[in-house]
């Protein structure tokens, strides 16, 4: 779509359609609703400044751009948001050309923008990287790694920060919207410019003097931290004023050189439930658009609220029990702990490296660290877990939710590869409950284990019902029922899997819980290789560095030759987004499917 042409008032409509859109499809379907609602007046300008087909639109998280997929040719199949087979929820080049990378972890939009840069001016193109980003995303290292070259190189990138929390610009009031006014202006760009050329021939005590004279300036606006790194900061600006931001975004597309604006606005804008700082409306499900509530379906209790009521108990018991997340307090289950015991259970935003690392010395100083947190984020302190865990041999215990497909989340959130990423680090465990008792003991293990270790669980409940279960012994697995020919060896919810599947196929198969991926248990394992000669591997996780791999090594290792094994892990490939059974479907792991190839 084709925007340059439209006039304030027309840009003004579309962006109340666009809402309107995005209300509707999200209500229905779920996803990221009131980011994308309050993101939807900045993404409308920057299109009308921009030229979307030349010039890269760089997304953070890209959760919020919903309004683009919208202006870039999807508004007819828009209703297929987050489905199978239809629009990714994040930006994804092979969706659109329009969609210039992939995303959907945060803070990476300012590299990939000075990477671009580079590129351009190789090329010696006229482009200009615009990079959006939020200001949770804000939070995280990389972003200051990748102002500080920018600063330095002085690329043409314009950075939009959407502060939808009002952190920086609430205390700055009128003075900050009168500041922000003259800023944005192209008198005040111009004529500063003219200022720092005639500051150069100044003589030296004047020029001190002027100088000062303009940081005192910068004193009292919230951009002295960008000024300083070497970009200029234009801001706050309302981020629900298009012609102000049109404007905005014209002076610093004619600036040459790294801009940031800082545009305020309100999460949810346009619809009165979600309006405002409100967690619940950031990731919804479907809900109904006339009073807000939620269509909740019942079932059995969530991995993640088994966990949650479990580490709240031992904190209560045990004075020694923190625990850390980065942002996601509600999604990892810590927002109990964390309410009940501010003191020792903290969210450090989202800064993952930081989250792992600092429970390092919390382990050194006699206390036990839960480092709670979704498997595709822990991707993100992989250094943190070897170099400052690891190697230390630390106590944390790594609680990965979100193991397995996670659904209409897609490729960048599937939790593939924490068992192979974590499996080849010297020092640590790994283990996986598959119930309700099985997770709370395998909490109540991570509490007394005095070495890093780490247990996985999927989004939503586990497929096997719960029963009576032993606890958890070190590297020891449990055999949960004796077959004729063949053996299941399940690991977390792949346990389920393989309880289901083995219900369905002729004759019966032996399961056995394997609990533990390292250690291995090699006394049972060598046990039921007399008696078992055709294995099958059930585990929601990446093939390659899996549990059948780890259980080939073992094999190999001890020269048993004999066995014929089968793992129904993922192939090496990523996995698309859309409803888990559907994906699953796609994937041959439905029991009935399994249950077909076996028999």
């Not at 359609?17 to 999200?26: A, F, G, Q, W, Y």
């Not at 090329?123 to 290292?141: T, Y």
């Not at 629900?240 to 999460?267: C, F, N, R, W, Y």
């Not at 019966?508 to 055709?534: G, H, I, Q, W």
Request: net charge negative; glycine share 8%; proline share 4%.
């Amino acid at each position: 779509m084709d925007i340059h042409a439209y006039t304030i008032e027309e840009l003004n409509t579309l962006a109340e359609s666009i809402r309107e859109k995005i209300l509707e499809t999200v209500s229905r379907n779920g996803g990221h609703l009131s980011s994308s609602m309050g993101a939807a007046d900045l993404i409308v300008a920057m299109h009308k400044v921009f030229d979307v087909a030349k010039d890269p639109f760089i997304f953070d998280v890209s959760h919020q751009a919903y309004a683009h997929k919208l202006l870039t040719d999807r508004w007819e199949n828009f209703d297929t948001l987050r489905q199978f087979n239809g629009i990714c929820g994040y930006t994804k080049p092979g969706e659109s050309p329009y969609d210039y990378y992939v995303a959907g972890h945060s803070s990476t939009s300012i590299s990939l923008a000075v990477g671009a840069a580079k590129a351009i001016a190789l090329k010696g193109e006229e482009r200009i990287p615009v990079a959006f980003i939020g200001d949770g995303s804000m939070s995280a290292g990389m972003v200051y790694e990748a102002l500080n070259e920018l600063g330095d190189r002085k690329y043409p990138v314009v950075i939009i920060l959407n502060d939808n929390e009002m952190s920086i610009a609430k205390p700055i009031g009128a003075i900050s919207k009168l500041l922000s006014q003259t800023m944005a202006g192209s008198f005040y760009q111009k004529f500063k410019g003219k200022v720092e050329k005639v500051l150069d021939h100044f003589p030296d005590g004047a020029s001190y003097m002027a100088k000062r004279f303009e940081e005192s300036f910068k004193l009292i606006t919230p951009g002295i931290l960008f000024e300083e790194m070497g970009i200029e900061y234009i801001g706050p600006v309302d981020g629900h004023d298009i012609e102000s931001l049109v404007e905005t975004m014209e002076v610093a597309k004619s600036l040459g050189k790294p801009v940031i604006i800082h545009a305020q606005t309100t999460k949810g804008k346009g619809y009165k439930f979600a309006e405002g700082t409100k967690e619940h409306w950031h990731g919804v499900g479907a809900f109904d658009l006339e009073t807000g509530e939620t269509s909740k379906k019942s079932g059995p209790k969530a991995a993640t609220a088994i966990f949650s009521e479990t580490l709240l108990a031992i904190a209560d018991a045990d004075e020694k029990i923190v625990g850390v997340t980065a942002a996601m307090p509600s999604g990892t289950g810590m927002s109990a702990v964390m309410e009940k015991y501010p003191e020792r259970f903290w969210d450090v935003a989202i800064a993952e490296q930081h989250a792992v690392t600092s429970m390092g010395p919390l382990a050194k100083e006699g206390f036990k660290p839960f480092c709670a947190i979704y498997s595709t984020f822990l991707q993100r302190g992989y250094d943190q877990v070897i170099h400052d865990i690891a190697l230390m041999d630390a106590g944390v215990a790594f609680a990965l939710d979100r193991a397995g497909i996670v659904g209409e989340d897609g490729e960048t959130h599937q939790g593939a590869f924490d068992i192979s990423f974590l499996r080849a680090i010297p020092n640590m465990t790994l283990f996986a409950p598959y119930n309700e008792t099985t997770m709370k003991e395998a909490v109540y293990f991570a509490k007394a284990y005095e070495h890093p270790c780490a247990f996985r669980y999927p989004r939503g409940a586990f497929m096997a019902e719960d029963c009576v279960s032993p606890a958890f012994e070190l590297g020891k697995s449990h055999l949960l029922q004796e077959g004729e020919e063949i053996l299941f060896i399940g690991y977390g919810n792949g346990v389920g899997r393989a309880l289901k599947t083995a219900a369905l196929i002729d004759g019966n198969a032996a399961v056995l819980d394997l609990r533990f991926v390292k250690p291995l248990d090699e006394d049972m394992l060598t046990e039921l290789s007399k008696t078992y000669k055709r294995w099958y591997v059930f585990s929601d996780s990446a093939r390659q560095g899996g549990v059948g791999s780890a259980i080939l090594e073992f094999l190999s290792q001890k020269k048993i030759k004999d066995i014929v094994l089968t793992t129904f892990e993922y192939d090496d490939a990523f996995i698309t987004h859309g409803n888990t059974k559907l994906v699953e479907e796609s994937l041959g792991l439905l029991p009935e499917q399994l249950a077909k190839k076996i028999m």
